[in-house]
């Protein structure tokens, strides 16, 4: 492992991708990885050098030529396989209708985005998270999962669903207990625009045959790979370029479980896609939105800052990140707002309800964030002065405050192994965090049934456990999938 390991190094100047917990063909034996394992090389020799968030059963990086690559699937996950490509344990190119490069990609639970440095957008995968991609008509219009919190609820373009989406479905009607919180310790005393925006399919070469596979799996247990029920469905979409008004260029994009946010040059935010729970942020609950619309993020008086007393700092948003069924932006004078679904409290206002526009986190009053992430019921953000908060479902530890508490308010999490370190890089899976140290030290809690932690087992974490490189890599960059963890490390 560690020749291995040095070899693609050094074919890129130093650097090697690790991976960890379920992908399942990126082993012979189809096993969990339970602790960090060199990526192969790829076919072409092209090093990978990015590591991308999202991937249920894949994982996904981006190599020094700038072509998106994509490996560990199964036919066995047919979601996975579909978006994924024809991809076992080497990474290969995915097949995109763009000579462009990609700087930039996520996956949600069942499609995925990518950005090229030309400020375009690919999105594939689930058809109604792809825009204005028509679904299948002979299918049934009935919702597999209620809207819970009983509004109207308002649509774009409504799609049918199935039990496919199991794997987003609210666990229990009950909210396990729940800690509203208080006070927050620290270690230390655009305008809005209803242009639409249009998707153009393109031919591809291979996509074609790899959409022939029309199984669709899902995961009855909330999101694991063990249980899950098939059912044939005509419901993937190839790559699909969204054409962009003349001038937006996008950098950045993050996928949830159904849903997407895009963000431009200028610091604007689209969103399209599923939008139940207010995930969208465009004020109603939206079953389907089939064309990115502009998030209006500032001076919105029926918005969440006026609720909260106080007004949104900055002009502009400056990253973006997804969970299961909500979003988070961070502005660019460090105001965290979320929005959508709060059942668990991932939108960190002290309740369980809902929030159908971007709301202002006052509980991190005076404090500036400097990153996001989001899971499937959690989320974190870490400050500018490398501080970890977390609030939301705490079912498998994930929050990394020791207990299972949920936390509807953001909680520091004072963890001893932290507390002489600086964080840079926070990540989130389904049910498992990470995060990364200007040492360049990974440390992983929360759930590890596939060894996600890579901790070299699959007991569950509560609080921060750092995790250890065989070789003594140190990480530059880390990233998340939905029941693995990738790692980009310089090896010394």
Known sequence: MRDEARNNAAASGGCSVRMWGYLPAASPQRAPLLQPTPVPMTPLNDPLKTVCNGGCGF????????KLNTWGSTTELGQCYLISGKQQEVPEPY????????????????????????????????????PNVKPNPDESEQQAD?????????????????????ALS??????????????????QSGRQSHRNLTCKTTETKGVEEILKKRKVVSFEDGGSPESPTAAEENVFAPPCLVNLDPGIRITTVAAGGRHTLALSDVGQVWGWG???????????????????????????????????GAPISGSFIKAIAC?????????????????GWGLYGQVGHGSTEDELSPCHVSALGGLRVAGIAAGLWHTLCIT????????????FGQLGVGGNTAEMSPRLIDAPLLEDESSVAVACGARHSVVLTGSGKIFAWGWNKYGQLGLGDNNNRDLPVQITMNDGGRAASIACGWWHTLASVHIK
């Open 146 to 166: 209620d809207i819970s919190a009983g509004a109207p609820s308002t649509s774009v373009q409504l799609s049918p669903r199935n039990n496919a989406v199991a």
């Open 170 to 187: 609210k666990p229990s009607s009950s909210v396990p207990s729940l800690r509203t919180g208080g006070g927050l310790p620290t270690k």
């Open 384 to 395: 500018d002065i490398g501080d970890v908060y977390a609030f939301g479902g705490n079912q």
């Open 59 to 66: 994982g996904i990086a981006i190599s020094e030529s700038g």
């Open 323 to 339: 969970g299961g069924r909500h979003s988070a932006v961070l502005t660019d004078a460090g105001d965290l707002l979320t929005f």
């Open 95 to 130: 097949p995109l209708p763009t000579d462009s490069p990609i700087v930039q990609a996520a996956g949600g639970w069942a499609h995925c985005a990518a950005v090229t440095g030309e400020g375009e957008v690919y999105t594939w995968g689930w058809s109604e998270c792809v």
């Open 274 to 308: 599923y939008g139940g729970e207010g995930q969208l942020g465009l004020g109603s609950r939206m079953r389907i939105v089939s064309s990115p619309q502009q998030i209006p993020c500032f001076n919105l008086p029926e918005s969440g800052m006026a609720r909260s």
